[in-house]
């Protein structure tokens, strides 16, 4: 977990292939995996946004969305490695209500190259 003086972030792992013995019975009565990033009010616990992880595995064994290291949250942004290999940043808005995530870096097990917000116009169009 990370503190930022006013919000509580959260990462949650929640696979959905845990692969120990008590996964059928947990499953029976679980609701589907949701794993990311998530923003609390620390003197209440009230959820203030959720970021869902991009599932980038597509059905690979060893690989999870989830978050299950620490993460570090700056002015501005809270950044969380995630199980698939991919390092993402969410930039948190003023109104504290809203974050949007984008992938820094993955390792050679992710399903594509990462996605940077500082790509030229050019490379956007194609040229």
């Known amino acids: ?3 930022d003086g006013a919000r509580l972030y959260v990462p949650i792992s929640d696979m959905a292939n845990s692969m120990d013995a008590s996964e059928k019975a947990r499953n029976a009565n ?3 995996p949701r ?3 998530y ?3 620390p003197h209440d616990g009230k959820l203030l946004w959720q970021s869902p992880a991009d599932d980038v ?3 690979r064994s060893s690989c999870d969305p989830g978050i299950l290291a620490s993460i ?3 002015p501005g942004a809270v950044f969380a490695g995630h199980m698939d290999g991919r390092v993402r940043a969410t930039t948190l808005r003023a109104d504290a209500c809203s974050g949007s995530t984008t992938p820094l870096a993955s390792s050679p097990r992710s399903a594509e190259p990462p996605h940077t917000a500082a790509r030229s116009e ?3 169009r194609g040229a």
Do not use: E, K, R, S
Request: hydrophobic share 70%; glycine share 10%; aromatic share 4%.
């Open 122 to 124: 050019a490379a956007v």
């Open 30 to 32: 679980a609701a589907p």
């Open 72 to 74: 570090a949250a700056i």
């Open 57 to 59: 595995c597509l059905g």
């Open 35 to 37: 794993p990311g990033l």
């Open 1 to 3: 977990m990370a503190f």
């Open 39 to 41: 923003a609390l009010d």
